[in-house]
């Protein structure tokens, strides 16, 4: 059964503006991880942030932040203030506990980032 | 400074013809994973190396094998390439569960 949800295949978003996307995920085990990953054209995954199960607070990294909202099992990304080199395939993962840190991935979502 | 390498950045190989991909880490971490990713798909896991110990996905054609020699090196063979196999191969490495770091990955073409 898929894990994790990306319902947005694509998205159009205008430079200099904020853009959310959505990741919903399923999993019984109390202790688990989320991530976020960028991947350009090139291919390379680039790790962006990452969300543990236990954090009191939202994680952000520069432009990027991570919207947790545990009750609702939702892990969207927001990325603000966008710029052309955004544009890129984004993946949401999940790890689950003693999996050997094994990531689950989601669909992905791409973004296009319009001057 | 590359944490996780992986030669060839491009392969192409020819049907049935056997190739190796290699991957190697500068992290000292001890779990390494080997990911297959289609176009526009998400990457699928093939397998994984916790230290020595090997874990094969249920799901993994027996077509791919890997080899873990050292700590710092993995290495993916796939014995009798197919027309289907063409992907995106990704190596990531872990050593905690807050992080996984992968490589450029490599691209591989089956004539």
């Known amino acids: 059964a898929q894990k994790i949800t990306q319902t947005q295949p694509g998205m159009f978003v205008q430079e200099k503006e904020a853009v959310t996307l959505d990741c919903t995920y399923d999993?019984?085990?109390?202790?688990?991880?989320l991530f976020w990953y960028k991947q350009p054209s090139s291919g390379e995954m680039i790790f962006l942030i990452y969300?543990?199960?236990?954090?009191?607070q939202n994680a952000t990294e520069g432009r990027y932040s991570l919207n947790f909202q545990k009750a609702r099992k939702s892990a969207n990304l927001v990325i603000s203030a966008s710029q052309l080199g955004d544009s890129a395939m984004y993946f949401c993962?999940?790890?689950?506990?003693?999996?050997?840190?094994?990531?689950?991935f989601g669909a992905g979502t791409t973004v296009t980032v319009r001057a | 400074d590359a944490m996780v390498i992986q030669n060839p950045r491009y392969q192409v190989t020819q049907f049935g013809k056997p190739v190796t991909l290699s991957c190697s880490q500068t992290?000292?971490?001890?779990?390494m994973y080997w990911y297959q990713q289609k176009s526009s798909q998400a990457p699928k896991l093939l397998f994984h190396?916790?230290?020595?110990?090997?874990?094969n996905e249920a799901d993994t054609p027996d077509n791919f094998q890997s080899r873990r020699p050292n700590t710092s090196f993995c290495f993916l063979d796939i014995r009798s390439p197919g027309l289907g196999d063409a992907a995106m191969y990704l190596c990531?490495?872990?050593?905690?569960?807050?992080?996984?770091?992968f490589g450029p990955g490599t691209r591989l073409t089956v004539t």
């Open positions: 992290l000292n971490h001890n779990v």
């Open positions: 999993t019984s085990d109390p202790s688990y991880g």
């Open positions: 969300q543990g199960s236990y954090d009191q």
């Open positions: 993962a999940m790890r689950d506990l003693g999996d050997d840190y094994k990531l689950s």
């Open positions: 990531a490495t872990s050593a905690t569960p807050y992080e996984q770091y």
């Open positions: 190396y916790y230290d020595k110990d090997f874990n």
